[in-house]
């Protein structure tokens, strides 16, 4: 089944401790992407990458890391996380081929974060 | 990526035509409409998308204006399960070069009434 897993889907920690939410897509996709989504705010680009290697910053990336050594996963890594950065965190992949018009994205279920 | 203003909510009855519309007046012209909903804390889920002509699937159909500055989803017999926050986004989709940056906006709240 096609899909885009993370984990965890809930973490409560505290201030200061270093954590990585997982992501991971079986769909050889090129792009993916991670946001954040607030109360009142709706969805807020993080981080995102056009391939392995190829990443670049969204509207909100302060707090925040990434990675992508292989083309399926693209971790999002919070090297010292405060209470601001709790919140509601989803990835996203999508196909992206050059001259290809076809971008929908398929997005995972979702990470329920709590910085205490 | 072009900005989009949404309705903040709006409802209707069960088994009627679901409208609902966005605005993109600054939309360039290789920049394509695309919806997405997302029901209660779910990840979102692409409804459909489009450039300047109408489009249908089986889940909507997506009206563009001819001026491509404003577009309208339509759920044919909204169910219960529609019930779900909308986004309407703009962005290119072909092309390396293009800006990747995705902005999803606040979206309109469909309630659907039995």
């Known amino acids: ?116 | 990526d072009a900005k989009t203003t949404q309705p903040t909510s709006m409802d209707c009855a069960e088994g009627r035509a679901a409208n609902l519309p966005c605005n993109h007046s600054t939309i360039s012209g290789n920049e394509y409409v695309y919806w997405y909903r997302q029901i209660h804390s779910q990840g979102p889920q692409y409804i459909i998308h489009g450039l300047k002509n109408n489009e249908t699937n089986e889940m909507a159909s997506l009206i563009i204006t001819e001026d491509r500055k404003s577009s309208t989803l339509i759920l044919p017999h909204a169910t219960l399960r529609d019930t779900a926050v909308y986004y309407c986004i703009v962005r290119v989709a072909e092309g390396y070069s293009s800006a990747s940056k995705i902005i999803f906006g606040s979206g309109t709240r469909l309630s659907i009434r039995p």
């Not at chain 1, 993080?46 to 969204?58: A, F, L, P, Q, R």
């Not at chain 1, 990434?66 to 209470?83: D, M, Q, T």
């Open chain 1, 1 to 116: 089944e096609a899909q885009v897993t993370q984990n965890p889907r809930y973490l409560i920690t505290v201030t200061g401790k270093k954590l990585t939410v997982t992501c991971s897509q079986n769909m050889n996709h090129e792009y993916m992407s991670w946001y954040r989504q607030d109360p009142g705010l709706g969805l807020r680009q993080i981080y995102y990458s056009m391939n392995v290697e190829v990443t670049d910053k969204g509207d909100v990336p302060e707090g925040y890391k990434v990675s992508r050594k292989e083309k399926r996963n693209f971790p999002l890594i919070l090297e010292s996380p405060s209470p601001n950065q709790t919140s509601l965190y989803f990835c996203a992949s999508s196909l992206r081929m050059q001259g290809q018009r076809t971008d929908t994205q398929y997005f995972g279920p979702g990470t329920r974060l709590t910085v205490l």
